[in-house]
């Protein structure tokens, strides 16, 4: 079992910045792909940022050039650098990850952390 803390949401204002971190604990031999999903009220949970082990990257066209996902292997850690924000950018933001036990592989998803956009 994998478990998966999301921390840093919160309030800001339009063209502000965010740092979410997820912090990933539990039994497992190695995190493997890890990414950031977001959610807004009456609308489905869509991919943001996804990142692999190796460290490739890819971004939702809606916050390409504006958000930056990066991980710390050592410390099973994904964050979210969230530059330049937009009202539209509010939701509850998830945190994902693909994990290995060694004998199975399996997904977590975080909790959710709240990021509201607004003036």
């Known amino acids: 079992q994998v478990q998966l803390v999301e921390s840093g949401g919160g309030l800001v204002q339009p063209g502000g910045s965010l740092k979410l971190s997820c912090a990933a604990s539990?039994?497992?031999?190695?995190?493997?792909?890890m990414g950031w999903y977001r959610q807004a009220p009456g609308n489905r949970r869509d991919v943001v940022a996804t990142?692999?082990?190796?460290?490739?990257?890819n971004y939702a066209d809606s916050v390409k050039d504006r958000f930056t996902i990066s991980r710390d292997n050592a410390k099973n850690m994904v964050y979210l650098q969230m530059n330049s924000l937009k009202p539209e950018d509010t939701a509850v933001y998830y945190c994902?990850?693909?994990?290995?036990?060694?004998?199975?592989?399996?997904?977590?998803w975080g909790q959710g952390t709240q990021v509201t956009v607004s003036s």
């Open positions: 994902n990850a693909g994990y290995s036990t060694g004998w199975r592989l399996g997904e977590a």
């Open positions: 539990g039994s497992f031999r190695s995190i493997n792909a």
């Open positions: 990142i692999t082990r190796g460290g490739t990257t």
